[in-house]
């Protein structure tokens, strides 16, 4: 008679084989990703009868020689141990632009460029809870990383390089610093870094990356998250510190440095309302310590020379220099306007940022917004009315009116988009099916706001401007963006200029209309 078991068996073991298979190249795959075996399972298909005591030490034996092999393989790219993660991040964006600025007098001024930005930095966790960042980014101007195609071929130099160059594409060191989070509630950082500040492009052009110090705590109460942030930023090296007479060049009186340091502190809350609503705020104040040095050789500097240590006009009226383009004289300037459009005398600015979010026709909304006063912008006028008028300082002098009430700067906007999209417009959140649309007006006075911070976009870096801005951003995919912006804006006060120093339209001030238009392409890694 056939003995019936012996096909349960045949059956038995051909289940044993094929899961020893799987098994096997399970493991195998698992350990080419530097995961061990799972030696539960193995025990598993012996106690269930599949395999042999001896077919499972095998499959044990071949397995830890992959495991041997594979872990060979990985000490050929030798990494720190003090280094726990290394993430590769940045971006590359491709940009149509449209700038057009306006005189008082109906003159104008067109710029249609096509442009690109790099960005890519290493960024990840040290031991004893350090972390760390570096990135580098195209072009040199801190408010602005793009570099416009074409460039190159103007570029001066001998001898003559043709088109396709890649003189205007070099790469600088935007960010690079050190950060330690022993807990939730405290981080602190040092180096040049991302703003660490609650604030809105109104006070800070998004670009920037202070240089210096920050501390941020936080702690939650119930509903409520309160917060403070510490900064104290390095605005120029002022070294030699010291030096005695003579030493710096012929009719050189000594130097005792006054290195500049721009402190902000803050103070906020978050209060989670309801599940879907919060409300967002923070009181912040800014003042300088110290105001720095003109660096502009003595040969060329008159007194009074732009730059950060000499009194803020912000004006464009009077005869340019011999030889000088628009209003600015770049060789007798150190910001390459006539007046100074640089100084930081008389800036103690308080700024109040605010955001409500909530739902709004089953999507994401944010009402959002920036008040801003200079505590001391009144006698941040007087001064530029001193300065502008007064032969000693300026070899043309104008008269300006004194008008000691435009110290103020406040915007107030929506932004609209589906579930986690708020930010992308700023290229903080993307995900495939994203989509944002934001909208904001926005109004600066002349003695408001430090002209060196504010965004070189909108409105062309310039005080004395008011006007409205409005973009929308799709999500492509994962990792590719599209958005398109528009802003306008006008002169505010009249008999005033536009001050500002910035580097896309130097030869207009005032500016009487802005319009600008972008059409952005962004790829996220």
Not at 44 to 72: C, H, I, P, Y
Not at 233 to 257: K, M, V
Request: with cysteine; aromatic share 12%; proline share 4%.
């Amino acid at each position: 008679m056939l003995n019936q078991t012996r096909p349960l068996q045949l059956l038995r073991r051909a289940i044993g084989v094929f899961a020893l298979c799987c098994l096997a190249a399970t493991i195998h795959a698992q350990t080419n990703n530097a995961v061990q075996h799972d030696d539960p399972l193995v025990d598993l298909l012996v106690k269930k009868g599949f395999v042999t005591l001896d077919e499972a030490q095998q499959l044990r034996s071949e397995s830890d020689s992959l495991k041997t092999n594979s872990s060979a393989s990985f000490t050929k790219w030798k990494i720190s141990d003090g280094i726990k993660s290394v993430e590769l991040f940045g971006d590359v964006r491709m940009r149509y632009e449209s700038r057009e600025v306006r005189t008082t007098i109906g003159g104008r001024i067109d710029l249609d460029r096509y442009r690109y930005a790099v960005r890519a930095g290493l960024r990840g966790d040290l031991a004893s809870d350090f972390y760390y960042g570096l990135r580098v980014e195209t072009a040199a101007n801190p408010r602005s990383p793009w570099v416009t195609f074409g460039t190159s071929s103007s570029s001066t130099g001998v001898p003559y390089q043709g088109p396709f160059g890649k003189g205007s594409a070099g790469l600088g060191l935007g960010q690079v610093y050190i950060g330690w989070q022993p807990s939730s509630n405290l981080d602190l950082i040092v180096g040049k870094f991302s703003n660490p500040l609650f604030t809105t492009p109104m006070v800070w052009d998004s670009d920037i990356n202070p240089e210096g110090a920050a501390e941020h705590f936080k702690y939650d109460i119930g509903q409520a998250q309160f917060f403070a942030n510490f900064g104290q930023f390095i605005y120029q090296d002022d070294n030699p510190s010291t030096s005695t007479a003579g030493l710096l060049g012929p009719g050189d009186t000594g130097h005792n440095g006054n290195t500049p340091f721009m402190m902000a502190w803050q103070g906020g809350f978050k209060y989670q309302i309801t599940k879907d609503i919060s409300f967002k705020a923070a009181g912040t104040l800014y003042n300088y310590l110290g105001h720095g040095t003109n660096n502009t050789p003595s040969s060329l500097a008159a007194p009074g020379t732009p730059g950060f240590s000499d009194t803020y006009v912000g004006e464009g009226y009077g005869i340019p220099v011999t030889g000088a383009s628009g209003y600015g004289n770049s060789a007798s300037s150190s910001d390459g306007f006539y007046y100074n459009q640089t100084g930081v005398n008389n800036l103690l600015v308080l700024e109040i940022p605010f955001q409500v979010d909530f739902r709004l026709l089953k999507h994401r909304a944010r009402i959002f917004g920036d008040f801003a006063e200079n505590l001391d912008g009144a006698q941040r006028a007087q001064a530029a009315v001193g300065a502008a008028s007064n032969p000693n300082i300026y070899f043309n002098t104008v008269k300006l009116p004194l008008q000691r009430n435009q110290y103020k700067a406040y915007q107030f906007g929506l932004a609209l988009g589906n579930d986690d999209a708020l930010g992308l417009v700023y290229g903080t959140t993307l995900k495939k099916g994203d989509w944002e649309a934001r909208f904001y007006w926005q109004h600066v006075e002349q003695y408001a706001l430090d002209p060196n911070l504010l965004d070189s976009d909108f409105f062309e870096g310039r005080g004395n401007m008011q006007g409205f801005y409005a973009a929308f951003s799709y999500g492509f995919t994962g990792s590719l963006l599209g958005t398109v912006r528009y802003g306008y804006a006008s002169r505010i006060d009249r008999e005033l200029g536009t001050g500002g120093s910035n580097q896309d339209v130097p030869q207009v001030n005032p500016i009487d209309q802005y319009n600008l238009v972008q059409l952005d392409l962004t790829l996220k890694f």
